[in-house]
């Protein structure tokens, strides 16, 4: 099983663009943007130290003891409308920097709430269906309104890369839950949800009208077609790999 992280299919993806002749060097090196570097660093140690030092899962079993299974879902579904209701208004009007910032809280809001569902070992069938569901939904949601607005904008290259983002992202998965249908694992790849949404969002909260970044947009959007695409092979060759492991001993046990 091959493995590459966040960090070796961007290098690779940048090789690739300048060996193509997709970009030159000098301009690849001009488009860089070291403040954006550095934030995105920032947030990837800050995030690497509070889940080391357990403050996400101390999170969760605070609101766990306060909470009741129905309050669970209430917050998974308020963080669901008040992400699509976000993206809609804003991003559809390429207000990326305020859409950014509202949708990241509600996402933050079904993040916990899975969670804690996860910590308090209260999550039912019905949950986990809703809490998937509403996954899939916010991400429609935030990549269909950002590519309608480069629809509008007449930007093709863009809203073919949403396009890609919303059709692969739904792709991961479709694969993990057939998987998990047929009794398999495929919780592999460099691009979970998470992944996607951090990726995305701090793209396009960087072009927004406060911090005008350029290029990081594109770049984001971009860079999370070819991750994406990396984490649907990881995931066929992963099922593909169990299935004939599961063949063979079925073949030998008979």
Known sequence: MFRIDRTGAAIIGAILMVVTGAIGFDEAVRAVDYRTLVLLFGMMILVAHLRLAGAFAALAGVVSRRATHPAALLVAIVGTVGAVASSIAFFTQGAWFTGTMLVWGFVMLDLVDGAVARVSGRSSKFGAVLDSSCDRIADAAVFGSIGWYFAMHDQRWMFLACLLCLVL??????????????????????????????????????????????????????????????????????????????????????
Do not use: C, M, N
């Open 169 to 254: 992202g739904s792709l991961t998965s479709y694969i993990r839950a057939r998987a998990e249908a047929a009794g398999l694992t495929a919780t592999v790849g460099i691009a979970e949800r998470a992944d996607r949404l951090i990726i995305v969002l701090v793209g396009t909260g960087l072009t927004g009208e406060h911090l005008r970044v350029p290029f990081v947009q594109a770049i984001a959007l971009w860079f999370l077609v070819g991750a994406s695409t990396i984490t649907v092979g990881q995931r066929f060759v992963t099922v593909y790999r169990q299935s004939k492991a599961h063949d063979a001993a079925v073949a030998t046990g008979s």
